[in-house]
């Protein structure tokens, strides 16, 4: 909802006192009754703007109360369930795009009403509010989940998430915006689709304060860019046909005719060379069938997300025959001899074993309450300084040499997004406790560990393939820490998440999904200290749904008895 109307208050303070001024500047309104009747007609006037000011403001009061009736209805349903509510990635969108963007509408709007202590709240609040970059940053999210999980903007914008507890529409403006943001960085490809989107909601009849020709502006260029000159130029006749005065559309429009006639002209000689050469060919050729690629030839990131979306999962019979579940003690740890816990299989190679019911929901609830007022913008480690630092988002680079719907002017055409928290044993007895059971359960030495991360993961939140352990060269990876490589990794799963999260291993085509309560453990060197490459693996965006993580990195130094070394490389 956009609120354009803005009411002037000092307007009329100024229009009432400057003609109090002109009136004081002639002495002796009573010697003439004739002057004296110019002031009837004179406050005749300023009573009509007072009752034209009147009416404004009611209708500026009523729009409020709408507004107020709105986000009234809607915050009720959000704060039964926050976490589920924001989980829907469009819901956080929304979120995102009112508090930066139609808040400070509405303040203008109410602006002129210095009696209500709101405006002096609402001012106090917004350094609080989310910013350009958040919202720009929810909408990138939407497009990230749009690529990784391959949905249409129809599917996005209708709300036909799945497992979606609280379905929400996207109007015509968030389509735009979502296009727009798209433009911003050069991505042609969504300024289409999301362009696109908001066209067929506008002919559909969805009211909005944007037009066609706007939208059709940005559509025809966007497409121009992907090299699809005959889909830009229809785009832009039917713009003109809107308007036919719109200059730019107009210049495009003969410059995308110039392109096809040019295009047409070359082909037309390039066949002429052909024949006149004798080499073409004029026997059809059937097309040979579409060999499969082999699984090492395929690009990471379309493996990547291909298991985030559940497809080109390795898991064969036999590989299946292999893995098993149990009760586990460790080796008769005193802890587990009387009370075992679930351990099942799921994977082999590299082996990933996954804990069943090894972290309560008071538990949970407390690491999550001690971590978030602590969360932050997650960090990567940057492979070529060792720094750590936050990764920005991916902006595409592409050319142009066409008018630019937003200047009129002729144009020359590891990612985590996550927050975390370092939690130590001595903040809470139950921290120290968590850390005891890692180490009973995985025979393993924690004084030498790192300290519990707590991890949350936002709209679209994600974390791109990595190791967790230091390579060859890495030398200096955790030298600092004086405990040696990342040995291995235990991972709480302290959510469950409607829709994406995984885990993925990309080589070796395996997935694990999360599920409250439980975690995962996994060895990152071979005994020999040599890394296992094996181990790469990533955090698969969140479509649906809030995911809380929490993880341990267990480290060489003080397991030379408790993992013994092995003279082979890869044992």
């Known amino acids: 909802m956009m609120l354009p109307f803005r009411m002037e208050l000092p307007c009329w303070c100024l229009l009432l006192l400057s003609c109090l001024q002109s009136l004081s500047a002639n002495n002796e309104?009573?010697?003439?009754?004739?002057?004296?009747?110019?002031?009837?007609?004179?406050?005749?006037?300023?009573?009509?703007?007072?009752?034209?000011?009147?009416?404004?403001?009611?209708?500026?009061?009523?729009?409020?109360?709408?507004?107020?009736?709105?986000?009234?209805?809607?915050?009720?349903?959000?704060?039964?369930?926050?976490?589920?509510?924001?989980?829907?990635?469009?819901?956080?969108?929304?979120?995102?795009?009112?508090?930066?963007?139609?808040?400070g509408d509405l303040e203008s709007l109410v602006l002129s009403d210095t009696t209500d202590g709101f405006i002096s709240n609402l001012t106090i609040q917004r350094q609080h509010f989310p910013t350009d970059e958040d919202q720009t940053g929810?909408?990138?999210?939407?497009?990230?989940?749009?690529?990784?999980?391959?949905?249409?903007?129809n599917t996005i914008s209708t709300g036909?998430?799945?497992?979606?507890?609280?379905?929400?529409?996207?109007?015509?403006?968030?389509?735009?915006?979502?296009?727009?943001?798209?433009y911003s960085d050069v991505d042609y490809y969504h300024t289409e689709l999301w362009m696109a989107q908001a066209l067929k909601q506008l002919e559909q009849g969805e009211?909005?304060?944007?037009?066609?020709?706007?939208?059709?502006?940005?559509?025809?260029?966007s497409i121009y860019q992907q090299g699809e000159i005959h889909r830009a130029l229809e785009y832009t006749k039917k713009l003109l046909e809107l308007d036919p005065e719109h200059q730019r559309a107009k210049g495009n429009l003969k410059y995308f005719e110039f392109q096809l006639e040019k295009q047409k002209k070359d082909a037309e000689d390039g066949a002429q060379k052909?024949?006149?050469?004798?080499?073409?060919?004029?026997?059809?050729?059937?097309?040979?069938?579409?060999?499969?690629?082999?699984?090492?030839?395929?690009?990471?990131?379309?493996?990547?997300?291909?298991?985030?979306?559940?497809?080109?999962?390795?898991?064969?019979?036999?590989?299946?025959?292999?893995?098993?579940?149990?009760?586990?003690?460790?080796?008769?740890?005193?802890?587990?001899?009387?009370a075992p816990v679930k351990q099942q299989d799921e994977w082999d190679r590299p082996y990933i074993v996954r804990y069943l019911d090894i972290m309560s929901d008071k538990e949970m609830d407390k690491v999550?309450?001690?971590?978030?007022?602590?969360?932050?913008?997650?960090?990567?480690?940057?492979?070529?300084?060792?720094?750590?630092?936050?990764?920005?988002?991916?902006?595409?680079?592409?050319?142009?040499?066409?008018?630019?719907?937003?200047?009129?002017?002729?144009?020359?055409?590891?990612?985590?997004?996550?927050?975390?928290?370092?939690?130590?044993?001595?903040?809470?007895?139950m921290i120290d406790k968590i850390n005891q059971r890692i180490e009973d359960l995985t025979g393993l030495e924690m004084?030498?560990?790192?300290?519990?991360?707590?991890?949350?993961?936002?709209?679209?939140?994600?974390?791109?393939?990595?190791?967790?352990?230091?390579?060859?060269?890495?030398?200096?990876?955790?030298?600092?820490?004086?405990?040696?490589?990342?040995?291995?990794?235990?991972?709480?799963?302290?959510?469950?998440?409607?829709?994406?999260?995984?885990?993925?291993?990309?080589?070796?085509?395996?997935?694990?999904?999360?599920q409250k309560g439980t975690a995962v453990f996994w060895y990152n060197l071979f005994p020999s200290g040599e890394g296992d490459y094996s181990t790469r693996h990533a955090a698969c965006p969140v479509l649906v749904g809030n995911k809380w993580v929490s993880n341990k990195w267990i480290h060489e130094r003080g397991q030379e008895w408790r993992r013994p070394c092995s003279l082979n490389e890869t044992e």
């Open 160 to 182: 036909d998430l799945p497992g979606v507890k609280y379905k929400s529409l996207m109007t015509v403006e968030d389509c735009y915006e979502l296009g727009k943001i798209a």
């Open 274 to 338: 052909e024949k006149a050469q004798g080499k073409r060919d004029t026997t059809e050729k059937k097309e040979k069938p579409k060999k499969k690629v082999p699984n090492h030839l395929i690009p990471e990131r379309t493996k990547y997300e291909m298991l985030c979306r559940g497809e080109g999962i390795r898991m064969t019979p036999r590989r299946q025959s292999r893995l098993f579940c149990r009760y586990y003690d460790n080796n008769h740890n005193p802890m587990y001899v009387l």
């Open 207 to 221: 009211e909005s304060t944007l037009d066609k020709v706007t939208v059709l502006d940005y559509l025809s260029y």
């Open 368 to 429: 999550k309450q001690l971590a978030k007022p602590r969360l932050r913008r997650a960090t990567i480690s940057n492979p070529i300084t060792g720094v750590l630092e936050t990764a920005p988002y991916r902006i595409s680079k592409r050319r142009a040499t066409v008018h630019d719907p937003l200047t009129g002017k002729l144009t020359t055409a590891q990612y985590r997004v996550s927050k975390s928290a370092w939690l130590t044993g001595y903040e809470d007895p």
């Open 138 to 153: 929810a909408a990138k999210a939407l497009l990230r989940l749009q690529d990784t999980y391959k949905l249409d903007a």
């Open 447 to 514: 004084d030498t560990a790192e300290e519990l991360q707590v991890a949350n993961y936002g709209v679209g939140g994600q974390y791109e393939p990595h190791f967790d352990f230091g390579r060859k060269d890495e030398p200096d990876a955790f030298k600092e820490l004086g405990t040696g490589n990342r040995i291995a990794t235990w991972l709480f799963y302290m959510s469950d998440v409607a829709a994406g999260g995984a885990t993925v291993f990309p080589d070796v085509g395996a997935a694990v999904w999360p």
């Open 29 to 103: 309104f009573f010697s003439s009754i004739g002057q004296m009747t110019d002031l009837l007609y004179t406050e005749k006037d300023l009573v009509t703007s007072l009752k034209d000011y009147i009416k404004a403001e009611e209708n500026k009061l009523e729009r409020v109360k709408q507004w107020a009736d709105k986000l009234d209805l809607l915050s009720a349903t959000a704060i039964q369930d926050p976490e589920g509510y924001l989980g829907h990635p469009v819901n956080a969108f929304k979120l995102m795009k009112r508090l930066n963007t139609e808040w």
